[in-house]
């Protein structure tokens, strides 16, 4: 077939390409992304005000780049989404460093040094619009700064600097208060993009912005005694397995106070950050949300689940099926995955309501005198156990009953208790949210009711036969006044 080379037009290409739609937040974070794919153990990030005509300035001591490796680096596209990748490597699309960087800024500088050779390259908007053309431009020299100081210092590392900025919602036209504002905000992001490299449960990586050290933020408050852990589900997709870790976090009174309460819900908020969390290379790169999982509606961020957060922890290879998008700030789960996370999301749903609900206090409240016991126990637990209650006064009537033959109730339960199919009790719940309960038909009842009114006369004659209806029936789901009058008539008994 014969072929006819299109070449995109590079004026208009990389005005479209400005407009991805990153925050500087995240601009500046797929910066940080390089220099740690790069080794740095310090990235210093300054960000100034510049009487309006702001300067960004990102600087790492990583292994650099040499001319041809800057070539490569300035190239769109340069290593693609399908290129093979080292394991700590946090790029992806070849286009994060001059996309995020021209998305705020019409030009973009490169200076890296490696083997204390020093190399440098332009992206300036402007001229490409002018020429028309993928010319980057060779600085003479490089604007004197502190940083470039600093660099010059190194064996080895990279100066990435915005200059003349743009982007609207960006750092550009900002009164010098609103700037040194929106400044916090970015280092507020970057304490938890960045979390497990500033604490070291990655490679432990420094970052400071504008001279003050970046601090962690972890989503999952470890610290903090009344964190619930709950068990790490590995899930298996691909080949490889990754894996699903829920936290429920402790209720607002069990924080020391205010300030320690609103720092733990974090940027944006207790209701914005509940959800998933996930990471991808322990590069927080979804902080929150329900990704789209839930029952018939998709869940959506609400008070009762806020204590909710789950971290999931993916390797770089498994991206593509999560369908990461340019900006690292969007995944969503390949389908096969969803019933799998909306149980183990559903149960840490539930957890976290609990615990929102009981107002921080241990443990539920205590049944009043006469009560009936559950009959259910729950043995907690990774491969959770429930058990049927041996000394509950329905099993322990049952039991004298059989007599002899009791050791057949006792096969029964074991049997019961061994084959309970929690995990497809986990889906059915995650799947029926927002589903009215299930009622009592009236055709059930009869029989329900002949059943119950013959446990009611073996039970023990301590309580009346009102009270002992109530017991049982207390556990049943729903409006059971029908279901009671018709136990009650049963036992020959007017309310
Ligand atoms: N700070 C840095 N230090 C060393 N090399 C870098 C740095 N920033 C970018 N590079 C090089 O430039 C390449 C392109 O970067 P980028 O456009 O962000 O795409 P990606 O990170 O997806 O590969 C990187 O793969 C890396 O080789
Ligand atoms: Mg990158």
Redesign the pocket.
């Known amino acids: 077939m014969r072929r006819i080379e299109i070449i995109p037009g590079a004026s208009a290409l990389l005005q479209s390409l400005r407009g991805l739609g990153y925050s500087p937040e995240t601009a500046i974070a ?2 940080i ?3 740690i ?2 080794g ?1 153990a310090a990235v210093t990030v300054d960000l100034d005000w510049n009487e309006g005509d702001s300067i960004a300035r ?1 600087l ?1 001591d ?4 040499d001319d041809a ?1 800057l070539v ?4 769109f596209g ?2 693609g989404p399908t290129g093979v ?1 080292a394991q700590d ?12 960087s021209l998305s705020q800024c019409r030009r973009l500088t ?1 200076a ?1 040094r490696q083997n204390c050779e020093i190399a440098a390259l332009a992206w300036d908007v402007d001229a490409v619009i002018e020429s028309g053309r993928w010319d980057a431009l060779i600085p003479d020299r490089l604007t004197p700064s502190p940083q470039l100081d600093l660099l010059l210092r190194h064996e080895s ?2 100066l ?1 600097q915005w200059d003349r900025m743009d982007a609207i919602g960006g750092l550009s036209g900002l009164e010098r208060d609103a700037f040194y504002l929106r400044v916090r905000d970015i280092g507020a992001h970057l304490g938890m993009a960045f979390h497990r490299f500033l604490a070291g449960d990655a490679r432990r990586v420094s970052i400071t912005l504008n001279g003050r050290a970046v601090k962690a933020w972890d989503p999952f408050q470890r610290h903090h005694p009344a964190t619930i852990t709950m068990p790490s589900e590995p899930v298996r997709h691909g080949g490889r397995t990754f894996t699903v870790t829920p936290y429920v976090l402790p209720h607002r009174d069990r924080f020391a106070n205010d300030a320690e309460w609103e720092a733990s819900g974090g940027p944006g908020g207790w209701g914005e950050r509940q959800g998933f969390y996930v990471y991808r290379g322990k590069r927080l790169l979804v902080p929150g949300g329900w990704l789209g999982l839930g029952g018939t509606r998709a869940w959506t961020r609400d008070e009762a689940s806020r204590l909710a957060r789950i971290a999931v922890d993916l390797p770089t290879e498994l991206d593509a099926d999560w369908r990461i998008d340019v900006r690292k700030s969007q995944a969503r789960p390949p389908g096969r995955l969803r019933p799998r996370l909306t149980a183990i999301a559903g149960l840490c749903r539930e957890k976290a309501r609990e615990v929102f609900a009981w107002r921080g206090s241990r443990a539920k409240p205590q049944r009043r005198q006469g009560e009936l016991e559950d009959i259910w126990i729950s043995a907690g637990s990774a491969a959770a156990r429930y058990r049927i209650r041996r000394n509950h006064p329905v099993v322990e009537v049952i039991a004298e009953a059989l007599g002899t033959h009791r050791t057949l109730l006792e096969g029964l339960l074991a049997f019961l208790e061994r084959t309970v199919p929690v995990e497809r009790i986990w889906l059915d719940v995650a799947e029926s949210e927002g589903a009215p309960a299930p009622v009592l038909a009236d055709a059930e009842i009869p029989a329900l009711a002949t059943q119950l009114a013959s446990l009611v006369s073996t039970m023990a004659p301590t309580d009346s036969v009102e009270v002992r209806v109530d017991q049982l029936i207390r556990h049943l789901p729903g409006d059971t006044a029908a279901l009671k009058r018709a136990v009650l008539a049963q036992l020959g008994h007017q309310p």
Do not use: P
């Open positions: 797929d910066l992304d390089n220099s794919a790069a740095a990102v790492d990583g292994r650099g780049m490796g490569k680096a300035m190239c340069g290593e990748r490597d946090l790029g992806r699309f070849g286009l994060g460093l001059k996309t995020a490169v890296s590392g990279t990435v």
